[in-house]
């Protein structure tokens, strides 16, 4: 079976090293917030050109402290996509604020020109998703939410490396959140996750609410969780971060690759890509109004094939009192019946991709 995306093909490539940090690690005595946290969150920051970077348990926490951090809670409305994965709105929920979608466009991200109407009184802030690794509009996020004093915290759990305009994701708005779960681009054998921000006020702010709201041991000025990243994965992650430039440029060449190749077959719509910005395609995902037997066709090739995603949030049971029906969001509900991701990851070689190509250019042939 030809697997979507292969999180252990990526590490085992370089298992001798992380077995060595393993050991080093264990016998340092220096499990939690110890000098490998603070060396990757230093190499993060530096790397994105913000001020700093603060580590945690994944990237859900990532996104529930920066909101936490920006005083955003019960009767606040945060703007977002309908078409992410659930953490997305999960996130706001728990804080206890509610959060309002807003349909997406061509780019599968969240259309900017229909944000404006959803502002109220209540918006405190847009949380726009880079989504599959594809930046969001973020030059029309950042003025709409200048101009309504707006915060904006950009979901870039599937997007690190990504560039908009020349500049890398998670340096674009006042807070980004990003997530290490195993497959995503950067990632550890577990769970981690890492907030970015130029903000010194909330970078402050989260560094106390992942230790229990303590700046000092033992002295709380705040309620605050247990979210911290563990050694083991600081150390871990800091391999990856030397090898994740060359794994994304990897993925964008099969990504080329299937663009190029796959642009004619029937019934088959590529994703789109975006000019300014720098795909690193977490998920290649096409569109297909046949997809279910796509789907039977790639499984019979053994060709592994994932729903991303087969339902929308706004559509979601633990949405239900929100209110939101079939037919809010027509560009998201279309791509829940018709997105399918196809295998794309940094160690897929050529020969398999092809399996993939002939598969799907087959389809064709003995199709409709
Ligand atoms: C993975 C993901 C999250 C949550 O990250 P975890 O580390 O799994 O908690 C949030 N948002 C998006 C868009 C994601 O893909």
């Known amino acids: 079976m030809i697997p979507i995306t292969d999180p252990k093909g990526q590490l085992t490539f370089i298992q001798d090293k992380i077995i ?13 917030l110890g000098p490998h946290v603070t060396e990757l969150e230093n190499e993060i920051a530096g790397r994105l050109g913000v001020s700093d970077a603060i580590a945690v348990a994944n990237g859900t926490d990532a996104l529930v402290l920066t909101l936490h951090s920006y005083g955003i809670g019960m009767g606040d409305e945060v703007i977002t996509t309908p078409f992410s ?52 509009a973020m030059d029309e996020i950042n003025s709409i939410a200048a101009e309504h004093g707006l915060v904006v915290i950009e979901d870039a759990c599937q997007a690190f490396g990504a ?42 702010r989260i560094r106390a609410l992942r230790a229990h709201g303590s700046t000092q041991k033992y002295f709380h000025s705040e309620i605050g969780y247990n979210s911290r990243l563990d050694e083991l994965h600081a150390a871990i992650l800091l391999i990856c971060l030397e090898y994740i430039d060359s794994w994304n440029e990897k993925r964008r060449v099969l990504a080329k690759r299937y663009l190029k190749e796959l642009k004619d077959t029937v019934c088959l719509t590529m994703p789109p890509a975006i000019e300014h910005t720098t795909h690193v395609y977490h998920l290649f995902c096409v569109q297909s109004e046949y997809r279910k037997e796509m789907i039977d066709c790639l499984n019979e090739a053994e060709i592994q094939t994932g729903i991303y995603y087969p339902r929308c949030i706004h559509l979601q049971e633990a949405y239900a009192s929100l209110g939101y029906r079939k037919g809010d969001f027509p560009n998201a509900e279309l791509l829940s019946d018709r997105l399918f991701a196809i295998p794309l990851f940094p160690t897929m070689t050529i020969e398999e991709q092809d399996q993939v190509i002939s598969a799907l250019r087959n389809f064709e042939v003995s199709g409709q």
Request: proline fraction near 5%; include cysteine; hydrophobic fraction near 40%.
């Open 20 to 32: 060595n940090k393993i050991n080093e690690v264990l016998v340092s005595g220096k499990y939690i």
């Open 163 to 204: 560039k908009y305009k020349g500049k890398e994701v998670g340096s674009l708005g006042n807070a980004a959140c990003f997530s290490f779960f195993p497959t995503k681009n950067l990632s550890t054998i577990g769970d981690g996750g890492v907030i970015v921000t130029s903000d010194k006020k909330a970078a402050k």
């Open 85 to 136: 994965f659930f953490a997305t709105a999960e996130a706001v929920s728990r804080v206890g604020a509610t959060p309002v979608f807003v349909d997406i466009d061509e780019t599968f991200n969240i259309d900017p020109l229909k944000i404006n109407e959803k502002i109220t009184s209540a918006t405190k802030a847009i949380l726009p998703v880079h989504l599959f690794g594809q930046p969001a």
